[in-house]
């Protein structure tokens, strides 16, 4: 197995700077992620999902403990982890092809190059007709399209996502996902992927990570038993929704004190909000 | 008024409210990034200034005359000599009184102006077009009216504090009460509370932060006009007293003067900031 | 509220009612005085202003890139601002004499404030994020600065244009006020020959009004053309 990233031990403190006050963000996350593999992490907030990730992209650096990508350390960021982020990001001032084709342009590549794949890209994603266009001037939806196909014209090794379907509405970001699964079986990079949703993790991902309430631990890892290509008919498989709902009460540990949740009281089980529903973002 | 929101950009960057602190001091953040500890201690300020006083000095001594760039030995040396003799404290107190009854009247009518426009559209109808007519003018541009309206003296330099000070804190107060967010009425008004009372118990303290960027502002506007008011038609005064020592070329008490000016203006706008923390405290910044 | 001007005021002062103010006005306008006048004082604006531009973006930009830079200067700065630029005037006629020089001095150094300010700000609010995303896609810093955090501060530093441009107009006024009389030309020289020399009220006032419009004229075609260079500063604000 060709390991892409590893994690041995890393840790990662913050230290807000006004006052003083220390965060323990992640602890100890020991994990490795091969070559082509879709892997999510989840989380409920706090978890220091978005932080790991970012200390991958190397943004930022831990604490403690090392990360490798490619058996070298990781010693800040590289155009070949890109990165999605939640805001899209999309460069206000320039249209969306100069987005686009800003990676590679900015690594000098010769345009006859990358010119012909940036459309190619952008009609990947369904904004044929929209090039021209500026940022403010999309959707949310569409925007999010535009980064996604910034961040494939520069043919990343790996792929680092935060949350990037957050910020979308319900039905598009199905879709999206959707256009996601499409996208990752036609190019099999690999990708590291952080959410908040269940239903997400599960359709999107071969493995997911599932992280303890702050400070952020591994609690488990979970493989996904789905058949690789994923569609909207998975959605409606049976295996889809067991795998949601044990996913689903592994957070919910997280999220309402670990283990068995209290009813001394005489309190009501909380509905478990059906997982079958689409389109129902997870629990945060 | 859109310009109001600009005129606020006129502040110094930390009255802004900007992003969020981002937890990035986080130790070995940037990797390979030079330590300059003494440039980052608690008494780097201090470093800083005296540095600039030993770069003056250099500059002083190359140039040689002392009509053209005064030492900061010279001075210093002049300020014992002006305090003691009053004349600094005498006419620091007179710009002072000016500016505080030009700044305070522009206040007190700003700030009921400002907040009646933004409730009432008649007021406003009526009110604006003279005030948008007003407000171009550079405060200074009323001075010759005014010489020849009341003369020399200390009419003349409070009014043009007050029309310099008046626009930013009516603006700002317009830009408060209007901006007061609809759910805190709609509140207010689902829990009974008499539209007689609503302006007072919340439209105002919901204005307050925005009202203090205005007072901040007017200060700023208000010392400055002050001081070059005077410079040109008083008789007493921090701004007279330059001209005055310019005339005898003592420019080294010129500069004794302009670094007080600088001074007061500094410790004026923090009280305002420490004020505005005060009575605003329950700003999440 | 003409109504008021014309009657209230005009009773109290009859030069300064109305109907002669206007009739002024209009005979004013069309004589070379005024005009001349205005041109001296926008060649100072000019240079003076051209100066505190190519200085104030320049230092801005140093500045806002390096946050230990602005930091540390900040005291300085603080003390330095509440000096009007009138302030200066004793300093700007020891060294350059009561001529041109020192009034483009004092216009250049009102105008320096806020467009130096305002581009600072302009490039530390620069939300991370697009530093962040320039960065993962592989850019150099040469290019993050010239094709992100520059487009990116744009908007501000346009602003501070903007604003410097009024602060230079009051400053011209203001200036000429002060040593008009020996520079015999522009705005604030006539401003002060019909307060002090000749007490024409109503020229006066014309005058004043003129200057107001001129203010307002200059804002508004920055403000506009501002807008119209820049369709996108609305996805700056909502993306940071």
């Not at chain 1, 990165?83 to 987005?99: E, G, H, I, K, T």
């Not at chain 2, 907040?115 to 003018?137: F, G, H």
Request: aromatic residues 8%; hydrophobic residues 50%; charged residues 20%.
């Amino acid at each position: 197995m060709d390991k892409k990233i590893v994690a041995n031990g890393v840790s990662k403190v913050h230290v807000s700077a006004r006052r003083g006050e220390r965060v323990e963000a992640l602890l100890d996350v020991d994990l490795t992620v091969a070559a082509g593999e879709f892997v999510t992490i989840l989380g409920p907030s706090g978890c220091g999902k978005s932080t790991l990730l970012r200390l991958v992209a190397g943004l930022d650096t831990p604490t403690d403990g090392e990360l490798l990508y490619d058996g070298k350390a990781v010693r800040g960021p590289d155009f070949q982890r890109g990165m999605l982020f939640q805001a899209y990001a999309l460069f206000p001032w320039m249209s969306v092809r100069d987005n686009v084709e800003f990676g590679p342009r900015s690594r000098r590549l010769p345009a006859a190059q990358y010119r012909p794949r940036a459309q190619h890209l952008l009609e990947l994603v369904g904004l044929a007709g929209f090039e021209d266009r500026y940022p403010h001037e999309l959707s949310g939806g569409m925007q999010q399209r535009g980064a996604l196909a910034r961040l494939f014209a520069n043919d990343p090794d790996v792929l680092l996502m935060d949350e990037p379907l957050a910020a979308v509405d319900a039905q598009t970001r199905e879709l999206l996902q959707e256009e996601l699964a499409r996208l990752w079986g036609e190019y099999r990079k690999t990708v590291l992927f952080v959410t908040h949703s269940v239903e997400e993790a599960v359709f999107l991902s071969d493995r997911i990570v599932v992280m303890s309430r702050r400070p952020g631990r591994i609690k488990e890892i979970v493989d996904v038993a789905l058949p690789r290509i994923r569609t909207y008919t998975t959605r409606e498989s049976e295996e889809y929704h067991r795998q949601c709902t044990m996913v689903g009460r592994l957070i919910r540990e997280e999220i309402q004190d670990k283990g068995a949740p209290s009813r001394a009281s005489g309190e009501p089980e909380p509905a478990l909000a059906s997982p079958s529903v689409p389109g129902d973002s997870g629990r945060r | 008024m859109a310009e109001i929101r600009d005129a606020a950009l006129l502040l110094p960057s930390d009255l802004q409210a900007g992003p969020p602190e981002a937890p990035q001091a986080s130790p070995g953040r940037q990797p390979g990034r030079r330590r300059t500890p003494l440039l980052e201690g608690r008494f780097r300020h201090v470093i800083v200034v005296l540095s600039a006083g030993l770069l003056w000095h250099l500059l002083a001594t190359l140039i040689g005359d002392e009509s053209r760039l005064p030492s900061p030995l010279s001075v210093g040396s002049e300020l014992a000599p002006m305090v003691s003799s009053g004349e600094l404290t005498d006419n620091a107190l007179a710009s002072l009184r000016r500016m505080m009854i030009g700044y305070l009247a522009a206040a007190i009518v700003a700030v009921p102006l400002g907040t009646a426009m933004a409730l009432s559209r008649v007021v406003r109808a009526v009110v604006e077009p003279p005030l948008e007519a007003l407000r171009p003018v550079p405060p200074l541009a009323l001075l010759p009216i005014l010489l020849v309206l009341v003369g020399v003296g200390d009419m003349l330099a409070t009014v043009i504090v007050m029309k310099a000070a008046f626009f930013p804190i009516l603006l700002n107060a317009y830009l408060g009460a209007s901006e007061v967010d609809r759910v805190y009425l709609e509140a207010a008004k689902t829990l009974g509370v008499p539209r007689s009372q609503i302006v007072r118990r919340v439209i105002i303290p919901a204005a307050m932060p925005q009202i203090f960027t205005g007072f901040r502002l007017g200060a700023q506007f208000a010392w400055m006009s002050i001081v070059a008011a005077e410079l040109i038609g008083a008789h007493s005064g921090l701004g007279y007293l330059i001209v005055w020592y310019k005339q005898f070329l003592l420019m080294d008490r010129v500069v004794v003067v302009m670094i007080v000016i600088g001074i007061i203006g500094f410790v004026f706008d923090r009280l305002v900031v420490r004020a505005s923390r005060r009575v605003v405290s329950w700003q999440a910044s | 509220m003409l109504l008021v001007w014309q009657y209230g005021l005009g009773s109290v002062l009859p030069e300064l009612a109305l109907d002669r103010v206007v009739g002024e006005a209009f005979q004013y306008v069309q004589g070379p005085e005024l005009w001349t006048s205005f041109a001296a004082s926008l060649q100072r604006i000019a240079i003076g202003y051209a100066f505190a531009a190519a200085l104030g973006v320049a230092l801005g930009l140093v500045f806002g890139l390096s946050p230990k830079l602005e930091d540390l200067l900040d005291p300085l700065i603080a003390v330095v601002r509440p000096i009007s630029p009138l302030g200066w005037l004793p300093f700007a006629i020891v060294w350059f004499g009561v001529s041109e020089g020192a009034a483009v001095f004092l216009i250049a150094y009102a105008a320096f404030f806020p467009i130096f300010l305002n581009t600072l700000r302009g490039v530390r609010n620069m939300p991370i994020t697009f530093r962040e995303a320039a960065v993962t896609l592989g850019a150099g810093p040469l290019t993050i600065v010239r094709r992100v955090m520059l487009p990116a501060a744009l908007p501000s530093v346009l602003t501070g244009l903007r604003l410097g441009m009024g602060l230079s107009w009051s400053a011209i006024v203001a200036a000429e006020l002060a040593i008009g009389f020996v520079l015999q030309a522009g705005i604030g020289y006539l401003m002060l020959t019909y307060a002090v020399i000749t007490y024409d009220l109503s020229r006066l006032v014309v005058l004043t009004l003129f200057v107001a419009a001129v203010g307002l004229a200059l804002d508004t075609a920055l403000r506009k053309l501002v807008q119209q260079a820049l369709p996108w500063r609305e996805g700056l604000r909502a993306n940071g």
